[in-house]
Nanobody, 121 residues
Framework: QVQLVESGGGLVQAGDSLRLSCTAS????????MGWFRQAPGKEREFVAA??YYANSVKGRFTFSRDNAKNTVYLQMNNLKPDDTAVYSC????????????????????WGQGTQVTVSS
């Protein structure tokens, strides 16, 4: 059974930083493509980061990284803005680490429950 567990969300002020973590189990982590999506109230889920790619809205502020020894990926979020407020979800696509990065939510087989990030102005 595959499980993705996110942590690190919270309530912060504009300009602050947060680091989200996602620990995976039940899959071969080293060969899985991993990434992050987010969904704000009333909006569609949108791509945030995966592989070497970032959404234009977060470029220069967010950094995606992974630690295969810990089966964990991270999303370092700096200079947070109110528009970053959303539920952030970790996603996994087993066997796709060497496949071109996908920006489509439907291509990722497994999703975590999400962690809330709220940025006040």
């Amino acid at each position: 059974q595959v499980q993705l567990v996110e942590s690190g969300g919270g309530l912060v002020q504009a300009g602050d930083s947060l680091r989200l973590s996602c620990t995976a189990s039940g899959l071969t982590f080293s060969s899985s493509a991993m990434g992050w999506f987010r969904q704000a109230p009333g909006k569609e889920r949108e791509f945030v980061a995966a592989g070497t790619y970032y959404a234009n809205s977060v470029k220069g502020r967010f950094t995606f990284s992974r630690d295969n020894a810990k089966n964990t990926v991270y999303l370092q979020m700096n200079n947070l803005k109110p528009d970053d407020t959303a539920v952030y979800s970790c996603v996994a696509r087993p066997g796709a680490y060497f496949v071109p990065t996908s920006f489509r939510a439907g291509d990722y087989r497994y999703w975590g429950q999400g962690t809330q990030v709220t940025v006040s102005s």
